[in-house]
């Protein structure tokens, strides 16, 4: 007997076949609010990373959407899970006469059989900018807009060494757009683009008010003699605070003994100029050299008191990482 419409569709997900489900599904439908090409991208992308870790072939299971919260909440789908890697995408299907009008992915999908193992899922995320219901919203793309024009205009400099002279008034040009967005409550990829954009520029850019700190450091270090060990500490537990604010000043392609010798680092693939942070990247290699070799050697604290430390919320955790701490603890005095 040949197969409906709907168990070709089934079959489909579980050969992984790209090219029937583009046969199989309707033209003039839209599937999880999108254009059928749009799901079927996504769909390719969870299929070749069902690829990427060895799976040839699909289990398909069924069960329902256990949300407290979703429209979809009793509605029935399928997981489909990777025969080799247990990673799965979970699915439900709106059925009308053997065949399927809607697929839709579910966050919070519970098959009936629970004996099965799955590992991670693989989640079809498809984003409001992406979805069909909102092409004729003329607000949501004059709210798009702004984002895409916001990211090309530091991007259109992707080719070239940009500096503080480019980015810390683009800034404050957009500092009320990045403000405007709550993340947590976006699916829009103009959007997350701009906001992760900014985000990272503006983390990378408040080290600049370190500048004339570090360079102290570096010319103070330059007047000790670092092999006579009671200088070198002295000098470290001086500028431990301000090592501690240059944590995250970690980038790629930045040579921090001798950034003159680089002229860029990349941030989001856009080239920054090092002259900026080239006080910042000297203190940093220095303070990294000696800092962690002399805070391993005074250490205090026993190993069991450092994980429980470590797990805790507690002023002690502070201490961890805190030479002062330890060698006020031992009785060392520079005065």
Known sequence: MSKNIKELIFESFQKMDLNMLDVLLDDNKTYQDARKEVFLEKISDAF??????????????????????CLNRGSLGYSFIGHNSKKHIDLIFQELDNN?????????????????????????????????????????FIEIRQFRLAYNELYRNQDIIIDKTIYIPWLRKYYKLYESICIFFTSQNETENFYWLYYRIKGMSEHLKYNDAAKEAFDKFEQINEH???????????????????????????NYQNPKETEYFFVNDLKIATIDFENIARFKFIMN???????????????????????????????????TYHLNKRGFDFK
Not at 228 to 251: H, R
Request: one cysteine or more.
């Open 228 to 254: 006579d060990e009671k200088q070198l500490l002295k000098w470290l537990t001086e500028y431990e605070d301000l090592g501690q604010e240059l944590t995250l000043f970690m980038y790629e392609g930045l």
């Open 100 to 140: 399927i009008t809607d697929i839709f992915n579910c966050n919070e999908f519970e098959t009936n059989d629970k004996s099965i193992t799955k590992k991670n899922r693989i989640k079809i995320d498809i984003q409001d900018d992406e979805k069909l219901v909102n092409e004729h919203n003329p607000d949501f």
């Open 289 to 323: 050299e000696y800092y962690y070799a002399m805070l391993e050697k005074y250490n205090t604290f026993s190993q069991e008191q450092i994980l429980q430390y470590a797990n805790s919320d507690g002023e002690m955790s502070d201490y961890i990482t805190s030479l």
């Open 48 to 69: 070749l990373t069902f690829k990427e870790n060895g799976d040839t072939h699909l289990m398909m299971l069924p069960g329902s959407c256990k949300s407290g919260i």
